[in-house]
């Protein structure tokens, strides 16, 4: 049943960044996203892409239009709401890692769980089931500055993953990593993909990426210009 229920459902969503000159960053949107996509938001830079995973991941608030999550509307959750909301039912992977300088690998998958109050048992038994599917069992304890961009973001995917998010939104998240690490990486996310059902939705110029999607959106001026099913994600079951 839970896979005939949208993830992500957005209507008519739109952002108007104010100015001499308003930029319509984002052009009533209609999206939605099922359980399980691999989904790859395209489009040339300022095309939107990464304003709409803002305003899917509730980082940002819409000027116009709604996004629902899992059923539960987003958009006119109130500050607070909202950030205990994105901390329970939101993964993040950013291009700049975005990992706390001073705590350990470890430390930063935990992170989440702690915000979360959960129990230090369940805490350890997550972070090292993590630490195992990203291959960094061995690197736990060292912090962010001694571990290369490809490890980073490894430590980056396991963070978004310990809260057991309802998607996982990822913004440029091979950027700054060569071809084999960012090959690593995306392998690592299409395994939690298969394996998990995790839905993923990235913002990628990569070929790399978009070579492994089920669906390619494609944002022209803050609108979808193609919505492309390229591969079906039960073919790899």
């Known amino acids: 049943m839970e896979n005939d229920t949208p993830v992500i459902v957005t209507e008519q969503l739109s952002k108007i960044y104010p100015g001499p000159v308003p930029v319509h960053a984002v052009n009533d949107v209609d999206l939605k996203v099922m359980k399980g996509e691999f989904t790859a938001l395209v489009g040339p830079s300022g095309s939107g892409k990464t304003t709409l995973l803002n305003l899917i991941g509730g980082l940002d608030y819409p000027s116009n239009g709604k996004v629902w999550i899992r059923g539960q509307e987003i958009s006119s959750l109130s500050k607070s709401a909202l950030i205990e909301y994105r901390l329970n039912n939101i993964g993040f992977v950013f291009q700049a890692y975005n990992l706390i300088p001073v705590l ?125 099913i390229v591969a079906v994600p039960s073919d790899h079951h």
């Open 104 to 228: 350990t690998a470890r430390e930063n998958i935990e992170f989440v769980m702690l915000l979360q109050k959960k129990s230090k048992q369940e805490r350890d038994r997550r972070v090292m089931e993590l630490l195992k599917e990203v291959d960094l069992v061995d690197q736990q304890n060292k912090r962010p500055g001694q571990l290369s961009g490809g490890q980073q973001q490894r430590v980056a995917v396991a963070r978004a993953l310990a809260s057991k998010p309802a998607f996982i939104l990822a913004d440029e998240p091979t950027a700054n990593l060569d071809s084999t690490t960012a090959g690593n990486l995306l392998d690592t996310m299409v395994r939690l993909n298969h394996e998990e059902n995790m839905t993923f939705i990235f913002s990628t110029h990569d070929q790399r990426v978009i070579d492994r999607a089920h669906r390619v959106i494609t944002l022209v001026d803050g609108s979808i210009a193609r919505d492309q």
